[in-house]
Every structure is written in structure tokens, then in C-alpha cells.
């Protein structure tokens, strides 16, 4: 269903990012932020999952500033590799990738002619948090267990979009103190909380909770259809 297209930030850097598109005029668009495994078979799949909805989907590839092509699978190894992976990212002088989530908005919203959303998983949720706090062009915005986004500093900040996020009660890597104290600091937020693990939504690890995945699904494209409809 999709194919790999050429993206240009506005700096002129050059990105692939995965293009699904649906069989009639899309309803909306929605931008699909990676895990630290890159644009990889689930990734994609999310994105052919939303073109089958009616939504036109753009992933771009957000480690391409720092390696091309990155496509993991969830070994420990793929696990370290993603985690330096990211971190080279978040160590690029600012704005870092942000340009290039912005040129995934931009060539959304041109090629589908309607709203866009955006939604991103475990750190694309951190960078989905950022996305409606600082880009343009958005109307909603629905990070899964964002990693980092609960956080003092990024829970300071401020949407400019409507927001719903997911996390898991369980997840080790954002303590649910956290996500208590993050629900607090954003009134505004729709947070939801479920009794499953970091990555609950991709059927490719095994923390996967199909209960978990399937609510927050629905969840989501009853979100994006009230926002991008």
C-alpha cells in the first residue's frame, strides 16, 4: 500500500519517509513517528493500517540526520543500537530533527488537502509531545508511552493542539508516578492509563497486550476523526 518518498527540510537535508496512501480522497492525514527501531515493518504497517482508515499516512525516517536506512527488529542488540541511535539524535544542535517532523506535516498536509494529525510511539511519542507543543500545521496529536515526555521539563510545556495520550501502567521505562504527575501539570490533556507494559501496541514484541493495543486504537481514531474530519 505505501511506498518510500524523498522529504526536504527546510534547512535542504533530504529524508525517506514511508507514504501509504488510501484507495479514495483521504478523509485526513496523519504523521507516523518511529520507536527507536526505525521505519521498520511495524512502523510501516502502522502507516497502511491508517491508509486503510481513510487517512493519508506519512512516516518519516527521523534517524536519517545521523544513519541512513535503519530498519531493527526488538533483539537486545536492535535495543542498544536504537538507544545510541537516539541519543546521537537528541545531541544534534538544535532544532534537530524537528525540521524534518515539519516537512512530513508540510508534504501531509499538501498532498492530502485536509487536517493532519500526528502520533508516535515510545520515543516518536516524546517527539509527538514536542510536535504539538512547537510545529505548525497540526490539529491533534496522540503519543503512545512517550519516553522522556513526562518529565518536569517537557511536561512545562505547552500544546497547541489537542492531545491524547497513552501509557501503560507497568512500563519500567516511565514510571507511573510520572505519568500521574504529568496528568496534573496538563489539565487539558486526555490521558488514559493501561494495565500493560512499555510498547504495548506493536504485535512484534513481546510486550504486545492486544486489550491494551485494541482500546487505545479505537481511542485514537475516534480522536482523529473528531479532530481532522
Given at each position: 500500500m505505501g511506498q518510500f518518498v524523498d522529504l526536504k527540510s527546510a534547512d535542504g537535508f533530504v529524508l525517506p519517509a514511508w507514504v501509504a496512501e488510501p484507495d479514495a480522497p483521504p478523509r485526513g492525514a496523519v504523521v507516523v513517528l518511529q520507536e527507536i527501531f526505525g521505519v521498520n515493518h511495524h512502523i510501516r504497517a502502522v502507516a497502511d493500517r491508517f491508509a486503510a482508515r481513510g487517512y493519508l499516512a506519512?512516516?518519516?525516517?527521523?534517524?536519517?540526520?545521523v544513519q541512513p536506512g535503519v530498519d531493527m527488529g526488538y533483539t537486545s542488540d536492535d535495543m542498544q543500537a536504537g538507544i545510541a541511535l537516539k541519543a546521537a539524535v537528541e545531541g544534534l544542535p538544535a532544532?534537530?530533527?524537528?525540521?524534518?517532523?515539519?516537512?512530513?506535516?508540510?508534504?501531509?498536509?499538501?498532498?492530502?488537502?485536509?487536517?493532519?494529525?500526528i502520533v508516535g510511539f515510545c520515543w516518536g511519542g516524546l517527539l509527538t509531545w514536542r510536535a504539538a507543543c512547537t510545529l505548525t500545521g497540526l490539529s491533534a496529536a496522540v503519543p503512545y508511552y512517550g519516553g522522556g515526555m513526562t518529565t518536569p521539563e517537557?511536561?512545562?510545556?505547552?500544546?497547541?493542539?489537542?492531545?491524547?495520550?497513552?501509557?501503560?501502567?507497568?512500563?519500567h521505562w516511565i514510571p507511573l508516578d510520572s505519568v500521574q504527575a504529568f496528568d496534573r501539570a496538563q489539565p487539558g490533556v486526555e490521558v488514559?492509563?493501561?494495565?500493560?507494559?512499555?510498547?504495548?501496541?506493536c504485535d512484534q514484541r513481546g510486550s504486545y497486550d492486544e486489550a491494551?493495543?485494541?482500546?487505545a486504537r479505537d481511542r485514537t481514531l475516534a480522536f482523529f476523526d473528531k479532530h481532522l474530519g
Open positions: 506519512v512516516a518519516p525516517s527521523t534517524f536519517h540526520r532544532p534537530g530533527v524537528m525540521p524534518d517532523i515539519q516537512a512530513a506535516i508540510d508534504y501531509a498536509a499538501e498532498r492530502s488537502g485536509r487536517k493532519v494529525g517537557e511536561a512545562a510545556r505547552q500544546p497547541q493542539v489537542p492531545v491524547l495520550a497513552h501509557f501503560g501502567e507497568r512500563d488514559h492509563v493501561y494495565q500493560a507494559d512499555h510498547g504495548f501496541n491494551a493495543a485494541l482500546a
